[in-house]
């Protein structure tokens, strides 16, 4: 990254390109990255097959060829799918009735007294009632959707650590620990102390310190993404030693994938903060240290003066 910012500010200024060191070797990490990213795409293009598990819109599709034949592990997939089909239609019964009783319940509520001690025997009894058959949807539909998250957990060894599920499951994790990061800087820039003399100084000052919440907040989202994706690759591995160490690998990339932006944004303001003279100079500015030697040859040239008494 830091060759890259180089070779920009070259391109825009050639003046710029003495002032810089040479371009050292810090692309290399960058390329291994991309490297192993292709890897792991071939790899996945390779080992995986999605005839049998994902459809071209991305939705799971388990339709086949009859003449054609199954291996084991297609043939698993196939039949803990149609039993996860079964499964969720089971349970789609069991979530309408658990919503049907919330809304009694809740009816049956505001119906009564609001304090228990003024209700009558009649208003308590519909109450206890109304809370039991509550209590008995929620049961029944916790059952019904704690069997379709088994059968899911079980598909999931099957699919593997490169397959798209996996991916599609990572980018939602993605989305939710940078929604942390954001939290973190709105309230951040919410209880921020400012002093502005006019409402665009304000409004200024409020989106630096949103900036600024992000910088100081990324760290905290990527912690979230490495606690939430080990669970998730894990429970894509299947406890085989050469998958292990795929899903090893697999995980770190995707955690250097999700602390790139940070890196960039590290790097750029090292490259800024290490050479910032040279690109103001490049642009035609003064540096800081030119302005250090015009203000000490202004005082030399003042105390050469002569002095004159009256």
Same mark, same amino acid.
């Given at each position: 990254?830091?060759?890259?910012?180089?070779?920009?500010?070259?391109?825009?200024?050639?003046?710029?390109?003495?002032?810089?060191?040479?371009?050292?070797?810090?692309?290399?990490?960058?390329?291994?990255?991309?490297?192993?990213?292709?890897?792991?795409?071939?790899?996945?293009?390779?080992?995986?097959?999605?005839?049998?598990?994902?459809?071209?819109?991305?939705?799971?599709?388990?339709?086949?060829?009859?003449?054609?034949?199954?291996?084991?592990?297609?043939?698993?997939?196939?039949?803990?799918?149609?039993?996860?089909?079964?499964?969720?239609?089971?349970?789609?019964?069991?979530?309408?009735?658990?919503?049907?009783?919330?809304?009694?319940?809740?009816?049956?509520?505001?119906?009564?007294?609001?304090?228990?001690?003024?209700?009558?025997?009649?208003?308590?009894?519909?109450?206890?009632?109304?809370?039991?058959?509550?209590?008995?949807?929620?049961?029944?539909?916790?059952?019904?959707?704690?069997?379709?998250?088994?059968?899911?957990?079980?598909?999931?060894?099957?699919?593997?650590?490169?397959?798209?599920?996996?991916?599609?499951?990572?980018?939602?994790?993605?989305?939710?620990?940078?929604?942390?990061?954001?939290?973190?800087?709105?309230?951040?820039?919410?209880?921020? +102390?400012?002093? =502005?003399?006019?409402?665009?100084? %304000?409004?200024?000052?409020?989106? &630096?310190?949103?900036? $600024?919440? @992000? *910088?100081?907040?990324?760290?905290?989202?990527?912690?979230?993404?490495?606690?939430?994706?080990?669970?998730?690759?894990?429970?894509?591995?299947?406890?085989?030693?050469?998958? +292990?160490?795929? =899903?090893?690998?697999?995980?770190? %990339?995707?955690?250097?994938?999700? &602390?790139?932006?940070? $890196?960039? @944004? *590290?790097?750029?303001?090292?490259?800024?903060?290490?050479?910032?003279?040279?690109?103001?100079?490049?642009?035609?500015?003064?540096?800081?240290?030119?302005?250090?030697?015009?203000?000490?040859?202004?005082?030399?040239?003042?105390?050469?003066?002569?002095?004159?008494?009256?």
């Amino acid at each position: 990254h830091l060759s890259f910012f180089r070779a920009s500010f070259s391109l825009v200024n050639p003046r710029f390109r003495p002032a810089l060191k040479p371009a050292n070797m810090t692309t290399r990490p960058v390329l291994c990255l991309f490297a192993l990213l292709l890897l792991l795409a071939a790899a996945s293009e390779a080992t995986y097959s999605p005839r049998s598990d994902t459809a071209a819109d991305g939705s799971d599709d388990y339709s086949h060829d009859e003449g054609l034949p199954l291996s084991v592990r297609d043939a698993k997939i196939l039949e803990l799918l149609r039993r996860r089909d079964v499964l969720e239609s089971t349970a789609m019964p069991a979530v309408e009735a658990f919503a049907v009783a919330q809304k009694h319940h809740s009816d049956v509520e505001a119906s009564v007294p609001w304090l228990s001690w003024s209700r009558n025997a009649e208003d308590k009894a519909r109450v206890r009632k109304a809370e039991a058959e509550l209590a008995e949807a929620r049961v029944a539909m916790e059952t019904a959707v704690q069997a379709v998250h088994n059968v899911e957990l079980q598909l999931k060894p099957l699919y593997g650590v490169t397959s798209p599920q996996l991916y599609r499951e990572q980018r939602q994790q993605a989305k939710r620990s940078l929604q942390v990061v954001k939290d973190y800087a709105w309230w951040h820039s919410l209880f921020a +102390r400012y002093r =502005a003399e006019s409402l665009s100084e %304000l409004l200024l000052q409020i989106v &630096l310190q949103y900036v $600024v919440g @992000l *910088v100081m907040g990324y760290p905290i989202g990527f912690l979230h993404f490495m606690w939430k994706d080990a669970w998730l690759v894990a429970q894509y591995s299947d406890g085989a030693l050469g998958t +292990r160490a795929l =899903a090893l690998g697999y995980y770190l %990339l995707s955690c250097a994938v999700f &602390l790139l932006p940070l $890196v960039v @944004l *590290v790097g750029g303001f090292y490259v800024v903060v290490k050479n910032g003279d040279g690109i103001v100079r490049a642009f035609g500015g003064r540096s800081q240290g030119s302005w250090e030697a015009d203000v000490a040859a202004q005082r030399r040239r003042i105390a050469q003066r002569p002095h004159y008494k009256y």
